[in-house]
Nanobody, 116 residues
């Protein structure tokens, strides 16, 4: 049984920082990309940041320069460092692993709320 579990969400003031983590367990084979997505109420799910097996990264324009995706292979973790948070960053954030055959593993999501 493969599981992805997100953690680190919460309430933060504008301009603050949060660090999200995604912990993977079980047997996951042929993963070629790992990513964070987010979905706000009434909005479509969107890609926030992704990292491939080759180490390439890409970010949504709205988070470039503020968010950083990385990997901790030893701990099987996928961190997302979020700085200079804005109210429009408020959403449920989901961890995603994609296999070479296109199959996606998803976490349950963690809530991030940016508000004063």
């Amino acid at each position: 049984q493969v599981q992805l579990v997100e953690s680190g969400g919460g309430l933060v003031q504008p301009g603050g920082s949060l660090r999200l983590s995604c912990a993977a367990s079980g047997s996951i084979f042929s993963v070629n990309a790992m990513a964070w997505y987010r979905q706000a109420p009434g909005k479509e799910r969107e890609l926030v940041a992704a990292i491939t097996s080759s180490g390439n990264t890409n970010y949504a324009d709205s988070v470039k320069g503020r968010f950083t995706i990385s990997r901790d292979n030893a701990k099987r973790m996928l961190p997302l460092q979020m700085n200079s948070l804005k109210p429009e960053d408020t959403a449920v954030y989901y961890c995603n692993f994609r296999r070479l055959d296109g199959f996606n593993y998803w976490g349950q999501g963690t809530q991030v709320t940016v508000s004063s």
